[in-house]
């Protein structure tokens, strides 16, 4: 399970180092894809390959053929180097505004990337007492 929030910079060749603590969970096999919110989701392979599952039972429908493209056109096979760095593809670091300050931030069985600017838009928890009691529906309770 991934959380946490990490503050990092990305290099002009679109490198950065991900978190050590993120590293040990990842493990040598990961995807980068397009998210949701305009940043970057980061999958361990085998979460990857669940999630891909899910890509694949979703109806034939042009929304779920949508869906799939969305995530799949984007999507990479992730290395890291010997200083604990990944290389974004332009694609993705462009779709995720990435340029110079990114945030790196666990969230259950995924981390998300990033750019510092969007996440302070994003940010923001004012209305969770409303978003708690919502949850509560699918059976969640604080």
Excluded at 2 to 21: A, C, L, Q, W
Excluded at 55 to 73: D, H, I, S
Excluded at 108 to 116: A, H, V, Y
Aim: with cysteine; hydrophobic share 40%.
């Amino acid at each position: 399970m991934f959380m946490g929030e990490y503050n990092h910079t990305i290099d002009e060749k679109g490198r950065i180092i991900v978190p050590s603590k993120f590293r040990e969970e990842l493990g040598d096999n990961f995807v980068v894809t397009q998210g949701l919110d305009g940043c970057l989701f980061v999958y361990a392979y085998e979460e990857w390959e669940k999630f891909v599952e899910g890509l694949r039972n979703l109806p034939g429908n042009k929304e779920a053929r949508q869906l799939q493209r969305y995530f799949m056109a984007g999507a990479a096979a992730c290395e890291v180097d010997k200083q604990g760095r990944i290389l974004i593809p332009a694609k993705l670091r462009q779709s995720a505004g990435l340029e110079k300050e990114v945030v790196f931030v666990g969230v259950l069985s995924k981390i998300e990337i990033w750019s510092k600017e969007r996440w302070e838009e994003n940010d923001c928890y004012d209305n969770m007492d409303e978003i708690a009691e919502h949850m509560s529906e699918f059976g969640l309770s604080f």
